[in-house]
């Protein structure tokens, strides 16, 4: 999906629709610019609250790894069948929140996101487009050697079970079918257009945890944002450089009973 872009579209009355992957984004309902998926409707997610357990407190704060896990420059490897939940804690530079996974919701998406966490994918990684009242976007490898080994690993598209409400987490994906890969968007605000548009929500941020990703800095425009596929190619440094402010994932890890190894399909 080289030099492609990645929005989320919502279909609303004057809505526009934004392009993919390169960009990955979801939709909005104002102009829409670019991300994976495409760009989603204006949104500020609420996260559900489905029983949600909550990251140690006071537990010291993970440290950035450096390089990455080699078995990402295989994704046909990455197999893993994700428990039917699980939970996964990002430690950011704006803070920490929690995901809660279920399964059942998106199986397909479900499977992908634990193995990129189990994998460390999206350490060091930036939250790379933030619209405010919209969503929040990233999912791109801080790696080249890992985007590019990512770059056609697509998922097939499934049903969608939940609406994209505030707080709730889907893949970022084109116009084109079976296009969802490793971006995803939190919606921040409840985007219900962009259910009938097939993009099909996986987990949740806990309560808490939308504190922080409200937070996230979001000062860059659409226009004046990074390019996808600049990112791919060129990872972190070619963010740090253009636009040092934005926020960044340290660690995403699988946390609780989550954290051992699923069944290999």
């Known amino acids: 999906m080289k030099h492609v872009k990645l929005f989320v579209t919502a279909i609303v009355v004057g809505a526009l629709i934004f392009g993919c992957k390169p960009k990955e984004q979801p939709a909005e309902t104002q102009p829409a610019e670019k991300p994976k998926a495409e760009a989603p409707a204006t949104p500020k997610a609420e996260s559900p609250a489905p029983a949600q357990p909550e990251a140690a407190a006071n537990a010291p704060a993970e440290a950035p790894r450096k390089g990455f896990d080699r078995a990402l420059l295989r994704p046909a490897l990455l197999k893993d069948t994700a428990p039917e939940t699980f939970q996964v804690k990002f430690t950011t530079t704006r803070g920490d929140f929690t995901v809660i996974v279920t399964r059942a919701w998106a199986p397909v998406g479900a499977d992908r996101f634990y193995n990129l966490v189990k994998h460390h994918f999206y350490d060091n990684a930036s939250f ?23 770059e056609n690993a697509n998922i097939q598209d499934e049903p969608v079970t939940q609406s994209n409400k505030r707080g709730y987490l889907t893949y970022a994906k084109t116009s084109l079918p079976n296009t969802r890969s490793t971006q995803i968007f ?69 946390v609780g009973p989550a954290a051992g190894a699923g069944k290999q399909k």
């Open 128 to 150: 790379f487009r933030v619209v405010p009242g919209f969503v929040v976007q990233f999912g791109i490898s801080a790696y080249p050697p890992v985007s590019a080994a990512w």
């Open 186 to 254: 939190i919606n921040l605000k409840d985007n219900a257009g962009l259910d009938r548009q097939g993009f099909s929500p996986f987990g949740v941020v806990d309560g808490k945890g939308m504190n922080v990703v409200d937070m996230l800095y979001d000062q860059y425009t659409e226009a004046s944002g990074p390019e996808q596929d600049q990112i791919s190619k060129l990872g972190k440094p070619y963010l740090d450089k253009g636009w040092p402010k934005l926020d960044s994932i340290k660690t995403a890890t699988l």
